[in-house]
């Protein structure tokens, strides 16, 4: 892994007391709060490996909780943050799981509210940094450190290069993409990580190429 800075090494200001549980775990909380695009009414939390043998202790549980009332990494009310769900009506449930995962700090979010539902697979790297590997059954790799827009699409051709034409109109830079699908000619699922956060008009433009089905942000 190669470091930008020393606080990749030791890790962000934050709640303690570890960079990997308690950091990395709020970030990915917030990642899957901005990915929803509001807080959700429950969520279901799955643990995975290290995540799931040492979350009370590395205060894991409350740190993803925390990010999912969107808390920073340093925010203080992250120890308080199970009970703050409950007292805003946030039903929360956490399974530590014997399955073993592809990384030894996994967590598996499942969210929603009445009206709608996510699943993310987020996993926390060391010093803070984390990766989503996973949203709603697409394998991808998004960093959280960058704004990024989803698209859903039908698996045809051109749909990727009118998604990136319509972006360089707007001078809107590339940092990386990738697209993931889950079986030749259906759905698939375009992530971009881009040097600008995307304005909602971008969003709408791009909702009426053809072939696409859905476009959602996150922003940094």
């Not at 703050?84 to 967590?107: C, F, Q, R, S, Y």
């Not at 998604?163 to 940092?175: D, P, R, S, T």
């Not at 909702?207 to 940094?220: D, Q, Y």
């Amino acid at each position: 892994m190669k470091y930008r800075s020393v606080f990749d090494i030791i890790g962000p200001v934050m709640i303690g007391p570890s960079s990997s549980h308690t950091a990395g775990a709020a970030r990915i909380g917030k990642v899957a709060r901005t990915l929803f695009g509001k807080q959700p009414d429950w969520v279901e939390i799955s643990l995975y490996g290290s995540f799931a043998n040492t979350y009370k202790g590395h205060g894991t549980d409350v740190a993803l909780v925390g990010g999912l009332l969107g808390y920073e990494t340093d925010d203080t009310r992250i120890v308080e943050a199970l009970s703050a769900a409950e007292k805003l009506g946030m039903k929360v449930k956490i399974t530590p799981e014997d399955a073993n995962a592809d990384h030894p700090n996994t967590a598996r979010l499942r969210l929603g509210d009445d009206n709608e539902q996510l699943e993310v697979v987020g996993i926390s790297i060391g010093g803070g940094k984390i990766e989503i590997t996973e949203l709603n059954g697409f394998e991808l790799r998004l960093s959280g450190n960058y704004p990024a827009v989803f698209v859903v699409h039908n698996d045809r051709f051109g749909v990727i290069a009118a998604v990136a034409n319509l972006l360089a109109k707007h001078e809107i830079n590339i940092g990386h993409m990738e697209v993931s699908r889950k079986e030749k000619g259906k759905q698939a699922l375009m992530v971009i990580e881009v040097d600008q956060n995307i304005s909602d008009g971008v969003l709408a433009e791009l909702m009426t190429l053809p072939n696409v089905l859905n476009a959602s942000k996150l922003e940094n």
